[in-house]
């Protein structure tokens, strides 16, 4: 079995790449991705010169690029995970966003069809539901929550979705697509909420949090996530959607709370600044249909995943270190500088 996974070279597409070498040592790895000033080739060093690993630097939103490597590999499954992810930056500059996160699902759709695959995975988010108010903690989402999108990253996530089951009904494309609600583990770019705030608790920096604090998000260790991933794609029916989420809410509050207290550091690091537009309030996942179609389950409970997680980012200083000393000091400049 060959199997292309894209955007590899960042967070979660790397995680998935180890996960995957382990289950299924005898499938071959084809790693694609653009390298973003999210994607990071260092962290694929354990797997590099692995024989049955191979990297390749292209653009999914690059017909000509991708025709060419399926044309070459002719990859029996794909699995989609290279996105520019990040809500913040999507507010500042959309453009982007729709290039690779709608054009390139579509460019890696087609090159799917011209080609034949047994499967074509999409790795979306729960963010395509919009939110959920705080005063309602009876609701969840579930795969039959109407699309509700409120940030152009959600936006962008939510017409790839479209664009899957578009291929699926009129071509009879065998896709499955997963909306996973937020993770978190080694290798997150520290411009994400909890690298964010380890990075500026360890350096004394201050800990920008929007607004209140109050919003929350439902966090899955990101081990939970590749093997809700590796199921979908091994026993998922094709034109499915899964929710993958493990009812771990947590105000972003309490998190910060968290990090500064496993680190031994003062609360007097944690200052509240200007909201992020559209914000949205609550996420929370209903997953009883992954569990009940597929038996998943997350076996990491939040509190000893954010340790193993705050162990990480001690022991690999040097692996998020050469990012927050690079350009992403100009991003935090611009991003936080005036807020
Ligand atoms: P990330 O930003 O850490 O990594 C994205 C990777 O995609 C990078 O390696 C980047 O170089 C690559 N990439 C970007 N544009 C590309 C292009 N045009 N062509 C090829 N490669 C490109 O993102 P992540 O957090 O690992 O998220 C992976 C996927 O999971 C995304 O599709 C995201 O929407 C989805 N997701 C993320 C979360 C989360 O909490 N991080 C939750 C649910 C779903
Ligand atoms: P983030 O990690 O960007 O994920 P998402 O927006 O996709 O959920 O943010 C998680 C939450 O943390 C979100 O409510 C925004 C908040 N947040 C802060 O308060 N401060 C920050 O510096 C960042 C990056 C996020």
Redesign the pocket.
Known sequence: MKMMV??????????FIFYEQEKHPEYQIIC?????????LA?LDPVMHEENFKFIK?????REAVYEIFETEHPDIVV???????VDRSIEDPG?FL???VM?TQVLLDACRRYGVLRYH??????VYGDLPLDRPDLFFTEQTPLHTSSP?SAS?ASADLLCNAYHRTYGLPITI???????GP???PE?LIPLMIANALADKPLPVYGEGLNVRDW?Y?ED?CAAIDLIIHNGQTGQVYN?GGHNEMRNIDIVKIILEQLGKPESLITHVKDRKGHDMRYAIDPSFIHEELGWLPQTKFRDGIKKTIQWYLENRSWWGNIVNGEYQTYYERMYGNR
Do not use: M, P, W
């Not at 894209?6 to 995680?15: C, H, M, Q, V």
């Not at 989609?80 to 990040?86: C, G, K, L, V």
């Open positions: 894209t955007g590899g070279a960042g967070f979660i597409g790397s995680n694609l991705d653009k390298l973003t000033y999210a994607g990071n962290t292209a653009d999914i939103a690059d989609n995970f290279a996105a520019e992810s990040h982007i290039t690779t996160n390139g999409q790795v979306s988010t729960d963010e990253y996530k997963s909306r996973c609600s937020n993770n978190y290798y997150q770019f994400k899955l990101v996530h993958i």
